[in-house]
């Protein structure tokens, strides 16, 4: 028996919710947008009504993100030390770099998070 005698919703898979969601849909139709700003969702979705305004992200998507580019620029740092490339150069490339994708990467993983969190009926997410 449902909890709190709620009738049983249909299935929210994690992996169609995440896809709409890295396109800056809704998770729950794909119609309607995620983000209304950068960094802020919409309050719904103009499509099915979903609310977005409940989710609870925090700082989750940050710490994503700090692994995602300690996993991508360390390993390029290390080659160029390799290949001889100045360090007058990388003074100014790295934390360009870094701005660069921390930038890309911090609304996609905040989808993510929230696709994740609704898939999961987690936070307000439970209808």
Not at 66 to 77: D, K, Q, T
């Given at each position: 028996?449902?909890?709190n005698?709620?009738?049983?919703?249909?299935?929210?898979?994690?992996?169609?919710?995440?896809l709409?969601?890295?396109?800056?849909?809704?998770?729950?139709?794909?119609?309607?947008?995620?983000?209304?700003?950068?960094?802020?969702?919409?309050?719904?979705?103009?499509?099915?009504?979903?609310?977005?305004?409940?989710?609870?992200?925090?700082?989750?998507?940050?710490?994503?993100v700090?692994?995602?580019?300690?996993?991508?620029?360390?390993?390029?740092?290390i080659?160029?030390?390799?290949?001889?490339?100045?360090?007058?150069?990388?003074?100014f490339?790295?934390?360009?770099?870094?701005?660069?994708?921390?930038?890309?990467?911090?609304?996609?993983?905040?989808?993510?998070?929230?696709?994740?969190q609704?898939?999961?009926?987690?936070?307000?997410?439970?209808?």
């Open positions: 028996m449902p909890q005698n709620l009738p049983a919703d249909p299935a929210r898979p994690f992996g169609p919710a995440l709409r969601a890295l396109r800056n849909r809704c998770p729950a139709c794909g119609e309607g947008k995620m983000f209304g700003r950068f960094l802020k969702p919409v309050t719904a979705c103009s499509h099915c009504g979903t609310a977005w305004d409940q989710h609870q992200a925090d700082d989750f998507p940050s710490y994503i700090i692994i995602l580019l300690g996993h991508i620029l360390v390993p390029i740092m080659e160029t030390v390799h290949l001889g490339v100045p360090m007058g150069v990388q003074i490339l790295w934390p360009i770099l870094a701005l660069v994708l921390a930038a890309a990467l911090i609304q996609p993983a905040k989808a993510a998070v929230i696709a994740f609704w898939s999961r009926r987690m936070h307000g997410f439970a209808r």
